[in-house]
């Protein structure tokens, strides 16, 4: 098939592209997004900043980094093949497996040999003839007609600013920057610092072989169990054969799970029905704990406080020292005001005498010293410290590549107050380029709707090339709806104003929501009219 740039020549007399479509990040967004360009017949490259394959799943490499959401409702859909192929594991598979499912999906579907490792875009420069000139770190500059950057939402590592932490002269190690060679916790004095998804994993893991292990707390989270277990063989053969009845629920969900949703409102059981219907969603896998829970448990307050007096009655019912179970209680946010993380064993890892919470409310770090941490409670000694810090979520990546749109104008610069975007895959004034997977779009199970985002996308281009058009934009007011949508209505359902989703970890960062909260449907039906509408007012 005929790519874009032979199709319609470079259009200016100026030297034209090289490739069509020029994709950023071999996360499995990026790999998707690659695997469908070069399907319809686009000349297509990915450049990747990392060594290898995975994203997310490449660089968060600590013991116990692993799903939750369950592995086969994450992974790939578009083909039964692969699906039937891929035997997961566990309900929800850790780290080193799905790293594993990423490389071979890569190799099955013959797609290594359009990646470029080692490259990281560092400036990204659009001009009139329609060609975006993208210069990455390995010395390479590509020219390329569409720039698609499936960098990622958490693929920037976020440092909080304590003094001294370049001195310390043991091991350190950030959750998301997680070394390929592993690093040894037998018989070390660890410290965790940061009570986020991450950290809350990383400590039941490696609580019983450390010699002592730290855990500094700047705000407690609801934690509930993942319930994690391996799939038997009658689970994959039902898996198997029920693909397309599957596929069709996640499709229709609105977070892209298959949890059901609860039929009733809280207050509609008594009491002694709600702890009962509680001690089911305590039992059941991951995100049910949001999704299959009473439908008023995160738009009515009363509700949301009867399931978290639940939840600290679990905490005090298994941490035995009654001081540490009351700092893990979180007072400052209901349940699903930040990004609930799933856990295995991290309640109980207190019970062991080696594990002990600093409380940072109560004594705040003053500095890292060569040899530890010092808090207003005084000097810790370690070997090992974790920052379980998070990361610069939904801009952080796309910030740092160096985008400039035709005017000159950077990215920064046009979202200084925060993201605009259209459904968080364009916005208007960088013509060519997109964004699947970044910041408005969000909306539960990644893939499912960072999926959709891709095949939106793709299905622009083939549009274009079928209709000779060269360039695509969002025009202005269509962004502006969207913006809107996203700042009115996450104020009326979306998480709190502390929570990273609003970019609140991170000093300086505008507080601005950069997820969906109208969720994956909103973002089908806007698609979809858009495509009705044979992208009116989008092309030229
Ligand atoms: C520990 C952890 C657990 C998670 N668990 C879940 C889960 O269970 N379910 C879920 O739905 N989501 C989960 N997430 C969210 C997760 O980020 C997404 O599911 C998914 O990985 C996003 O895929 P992606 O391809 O869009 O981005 P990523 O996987 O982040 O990949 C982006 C890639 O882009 C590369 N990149 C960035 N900037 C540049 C640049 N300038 N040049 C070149 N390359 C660049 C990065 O190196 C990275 O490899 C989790 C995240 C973390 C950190």
Not at 157 to 172: A, C, I, T
Not at 316 to 326: C, L, Q
Not at 341 to 368: F, H, K, M, Q, W
Not at 391 to 401: E, I, N, P, Q
Request: with cysteine.
């Amino acid at each position: 098939m005929e790519s874009l740039e032979t199709a319609h020549g470079n259009g200016s007399g100026r030297p034209g592209a090289d490739i069509d479509v020029l994709v950023v990040g071999a996360g499995i967004t990026g790999i998707y997004q690659l695997y469908i360009a070069l399907e319809a017949g686009f000349s297509a490259t990915l450049l990747e900043a990392g060594a290898g394959v995975g994203g997310t799943w490449y660089w968060n490499r600590y013991p116990e980094a692993r799903f939750d959401s369950e592995s086969y409702t994450y992974a790939y859909l578009f083909s039964k093949e692969l699906f039937e192929e891929w035997e997961w594991q566990e309900h929800f598979a850790a780290q080193p497996e799905i790293e594993r499912y990423l490389n071979h999906v890569v190799d099955k579907f013959d797609l290594r040999r359009h990646m470029q490792f080692g490259a990281k875009v560092t400036s990204a420069v659009y001009d009139e003839s329609g060609v975006w000139t993208v210069g990455a770190s390995d010395g390479t500059e590509r020219r390329a007609r569409f720039l698609i950057a499936a960098t990622g939402v958490l693929s920037v590592p976020y440092f909080p600013d304590v003094p001294g932490r370049e001195d310390f002269h043991g091991v350190s190690a950030h959750t998301g920057l997680w070394p390929s060679t592993p690093i040894e916790f037998a018989g070390k004095r660890v410290a965790v610092i940061g009570t986020g998804s991450s950290g809350v994993q990383l400590v039941p893991a490696i609580a019983g072989e450390v010699a002592s292990l730290t855990m500094y707390q700047r705000t407690a989270n609801w934690c509930t169990p993942l319930n994690n277990r391996p799939i038997t063989s009658e689970e994959q053969a039902g898996l198997k054969a029920g693909f397309e009845a599957m596929r069709d629920t996640l499709n229709a969900s609105r977070s892209g799970f298959l949890h059901l949703p609860a039929n009733r409102t809280t207050f509609e059981d008594s009491k002694e029905e709600r702890w009962a219907f509680y001690e089911k969603i305590w039992r059941s896998p991951g995100f049910s704990k949001l999704s299959s829970n009473y439908t008023d448990l995160t738009t009515d307050k009363a509700a949301n406080a009867e399931w978290c007096e639940f939840i600290a009655e679990k905490i005090r019912s298994i941490v035995k020292d009654p001081e540490t179970a009351e700092r893990l209680i979180p007072k400052d946010h209901g349940y699903g005001g930040k990004r609930p993380p799933y856990v295995t064993g991290y309640y109980e890892a207190y019970n062991n005498p080696n594990v002990s919470l600093v409380d940072l409310t109560e004594t705040p770090i003053l500095r890292v010293t060569e040899t530890g941490i010092e808090t207003a409670g005084g000097l810790r000694e370690f070997d090992v410290i974790v920052w379980a810090t998070g990361f610069d979520f939904g801009t952080g990546a796309l910030l740092r590549m160096g985008i400039r749109r035709r005017q000159g104008l950077e990215l920064e610069q046009y979202w200084a107050d925060g993201p605009r975007t259209f459904l968080g895959i364009m916005c208007h004034g960088f013509p060519n380029f997109f964004f699947p997977g970044g910041p408005h779009g969000s909306a539960g199970n990644n893939p499912r709707y960072a999926g959709d985002q891709s095949d939106f996308i793709n299905d622009a281009l083939v549009y274009m090339r079928d209709h000779g058009y060269r360039s695509i934009e969002v025009p202005a007011a269509k962004e502006d709806e969207w913006t809107t949508m996203v700042d009115t209505l996450a104020m009326k359902v979306g998480f709190d104003e502390s929570s990273y989703f609003y970019g609140s970890n991170v000093p300086g960062k505008p507080r601005r929501y950069l997820i969906n909260p109208a969720g994956r449907p909103k973002l089908l039906e806007i698609m979809a009219e858009v495509v009705k509408g044979d992208y009116k007012g989008f092309l030229a």
